[in-house]
């Protein structure tokens, strides 16, 4: 029994010893953190043409949001297997007619919005502002409602995001943007 107690107690040692080590190796410079990794694919279309590169994955869908570069600023677009994430353009009119507006208030980033059929990317042309929205779009259908924007940024359609052909496919990048 003594034993069996001596050999259990010089296992969990070594296990402990092996684990200190790996965290170590770990936590140390050699090892590229997420972020590194992720920077380090690109999303292609089937053709071939880079989208841009990879700056975030999401926890449960894993939908893939790619920094896309218009006119000298990154974007973040959120790019599926077979087309691009949409964004909510809100309006002030109650009928989805009017200047289109961009939620401003969750990102760093510039702001923008991808919407409508051909996916078209919408840039802001002005100041942020506070609006009170009284109708929202996405997916082709627009809604009445009533939401007070403490921070909403014009925006225009500036690009046709067609010119990108899926399926969408990450691939480890080869290439400098």
Same mark, same amino acid.
């Given at each position: 029994?003594?034993?069996?107690?001596?050999v259990?107690?010089?296992?969990?040692?070594?296990?402990?010893?092996?684990?200190?080590?790996?965290?170590?190796?770990?936590?140390?410079?050699?090892?590229?953190?997420?972020?590194?990794?992720?920077?380090?694919?690109? +999303?292609?279309?089937?053709?071939?043409? %880079?989208?841009?590169?990879?700056i #975030?994955?999401?926890?449960? *869908?894993?939908?893939? $949001? !790619?920094?896309l570069?218009?006119?000298?600023?990154?974007?973040?677009?959120?790019?599926?297997?077979?087309?691009?994430?949409?964004?909510?353009?809100?309006?002030s009119?109650s009928?989805c007619?009017g200047?289109?507006?961009?939620?401003?208030?969750?990102?760093?980033?510039?702001?923008?919005?991808?919407?409508?059929?051909?996916?078209?990317?919408? +840039?802001?042309?002005?100041p942020?502002? %506070?609006?009170?929205?009284?109708? #929202?779009?996405?997916?082709? *259908?627009?809604?009445? $409602? !009533?939401?007070?924007?403490s921070?909403?940024?014009?925006?225009?359609?500036?690009?046709?995001?067609?010119?990108?052909?899926?399926?969408?496919?990450?691939?480890?990048?080869?290439?400098?943007?």
């Open positions: 029994m003594n034993r069996r107690i001596a259990y107690a010089g296992l969990s040692v070594f296990l402990t010893a092996l684990v200190f080590v790996a965290v170590r190796q770990v936590g140390g410079q050699s090892q590229a953190t997420p972020q590194a990794v992720m920077s380090n694919f690109v +999303v292609i279309d089937s053709t071939g043409k %880079a989208v841009g590169p990879v #975030g994955v999401a926890d449960i *869908t894993h939908t893939v $949001t !790619v920094a570069l218009f006119q000298g600023k990154w974007l973040p677009v959120d790019v599926w297997r077979s087309t691009f994430g949409e964004n909510v353009l809100y309006f009119s009928d007619t200047q289109p507006f961009a939620d401003a208030s969750s990102s760093p980033f510039p702001v923008n919005a991808v919407a409508g059929p051909g996916r078209t990317l919408y +840039v802001p042309t002005g942020v502002e %506070a609006i009170t929205a009284g109708s #929202g779009m996405s997916y082709g *259908t627009c809604w009445q $409602t !009533v939401y007070e924007m921070e909403a940024a014009p925006v225009s359609p500036a690009a046709d995001l067609s010119a990108f052909t899926p399926p969408f496919t990450v691939v480890r990048k080869a290439r400098t943007f």
